[in-house]
């Protein structure tokens, strides 16, 4: 009896060992994603430990590429758990001031990231620009609306959902609709027309993919990866004459307590493997 109770507490102690496992505040992930090498480049034993966790801060829009490198990492790296926190960069950077523990802050744009450079929130000599983005028009299945080029969206009556303008989605898109309502093309105050047909301005971005999803909108302005995250939404592109590259930096945080874990997870979303991951969700690598 006393032997066949070791055998069974060693069996317990070698499956509870295994367990571990990404955390996601906000989505879900699905375990079908491949394991890149680069995963565990420049990873110190020290740094990976069996006991090792890392809490990333991340812009929603980089929701499905950060839930498959994060995997990624974890199968690579046994015993390491990466949960994510994924926000609007405005929302997540408010927290971080208000002291809500973090090791790693990944934001939409250089303003959330800035505001906490300046607090001495962050290690400043992590900072690096790790992606790029750009805006596009996406509108419910049927297009019921009948929206079919920029110039439709003045058109009175039609619902249009942008980001806050305080999220950096929202802040992009209202400057696209200002460079296209500095061209002759689109009429006067075209910018200040399209504005008065916002019924509604969401926290993240992906809240407007959500209400154009559902046919609460006939139209969103949203980016490119959100656009390919949510490939059954018909779009209209935004040449690139009138619209934003959105650069988005990633840093390990002051107060971090795994930075060298941070840094190497970091240095994989920096390689190569990385940033194919970045690219099969629409973004694109930035240009030093």
């Known amino acids: 009896m006393h032997r066949r109770l070791v055998m069974l507490s060693l069996w317990l102690v070698i499956v509870l060992s295994g367990c571990s496992g990404l955390k996601v505040v906000q989505g879900s992930v ?22 090792s966790s890392l ?8 929701t499905g590429a950060f839930q498959e490198m994060a995997a990624n990492f974890e199968k690579a ?4 758990n990466i949960q994510l926190n994924l926000a609007g960069s405005q929302i997540l950077s408010t927290q971080i001031a208000q002291g809500a523990p973090a090791d790693i802050f990944a934001s939409a744009d250089h303003k ?5 450079v300046e607090a001495g929130l962050v290690m400043t000599d992590t900072i690096k620009d790790f992606a790029i983005n750009q805006l596009v028009v996406i509108l419910p299945e049927g297009n019921p609306a009948n929206v079919v080029t920029l110039s439709d969206l003045v058109r009175p009556n039609l619902k249009i959902v942008l980001a806050d303008e305080t999220v950096p989605a929202g802040k992009y898109a209202r400057q696209v609709l200002a460079n296209l309502g ?6 006067p105050d075209f910018d200040t027309r399209v504005l008065a047909n916002v ?11 959500t209400k154009v999803e559902l046919g609460e909108a006939d139209v969103g302005i949203v980016y490119t990866s959100d656009a390919i995250a949510a490939s059954n ?5 935004i040449p690139d004459a009138y619209n934003i590259t959105a650069r988005y930096p990633i840093a390990v945080l002051a ?16 390689s190569a493997e990385g940033q194919a991951v970045l690219n099969r969700w629409g973004f694109n690598q930035p240009r030093p």
Request: glycine residues 4%.
């Open 30 to 51: 699905t375990d079908n994603t491949q394991v890149d090498s680069a995963a565990t480049h420049g990873a110190s034993q020290n740094a990976l430990s069996s006991s």
């Open 55 to 62: 809490t990333v801060f991340a812009a929603a829009s980089l």
């Open 77 to 80: 790296n046994p015993g390491v």
């Open 112 to 116: 959330n990231m800035d505001r906490l």
């Open 182 to 187: 500095a061209d002759p093309a689109y009429g």
């Open 199 to 209: 019924v509604s301005n969401e926290t993240d971005v992906k809240q407007v993919v």
């Open 233 to 237: 939404l018909p779009t209209i592109p």
């Open 255 to 270: 107060e971090s307590q795994h930075q060298n874990l941070a840094e190497a997870f970091i240095e994989y979303i920096l």
